[in-house]
């Protein structure tokens, strides 16, 4: 189940997304980023899924990423 939309240029992609996660015993929604959008310095708390056309990186919950100077996504893990 999507939730909203966001204009990828090429198509749209959905603003966020139901996705399954096994601590959540569940689903959650998650937010959808598109990775070509990503700036040095953006952080974001997970649930999250980062989308580009060679690539996809899902943060769980209690999960965090960060983007570096040099356009990486950097990703702590949540939990014990």
Same mark, same amino acid.
């Given at each position: 189940?999507?939730?909203?939309?966001?204009?990828?240029?090429?198509?749209?992609?959905?603003?966020?997304?139901?996705?399954?996660?096994?601590?959540?015993?569940?689903?959650?929604?998650?937010?959808?980023?598109?990775?070509?959008?990503?700036?040095?310095?953006?952080?974001?708390? =997970?649930? +999250?899924?980062?989308?580009?056309?060679?690539?996809? *990186? /899902?943060?769980?919950? $209690? =999960?965090? +990423?960060?983007?570096?100077?040099?356009?990486?996504? *950097? /990703?702590?893990?949540? $939990?014990?």
């Amino acid at each position: 189940h999507d939730v909203g939309l966001v204009d990828r240029g090429d198509l749209l992609a959905p603003l966020a997304r139901e996705v399954y996660f096994h601590e959540c015993d569940g689903l959650a929604l998650a937010a959808i980023h598109v990775w070509e959008a990503l700036k040095p310095g953006d952080t974001f708390d =997970g649930p +999250a899924v980062f989308e580009s056309d060679d690539c996809t *990186v /899902v943060v769980g919950p $209690g =999960g965090r +990423a960060s983007v570096d100077g040099f356009r990486n996504l *950097v /990703v702590e893990l949540g $939990g014990a």
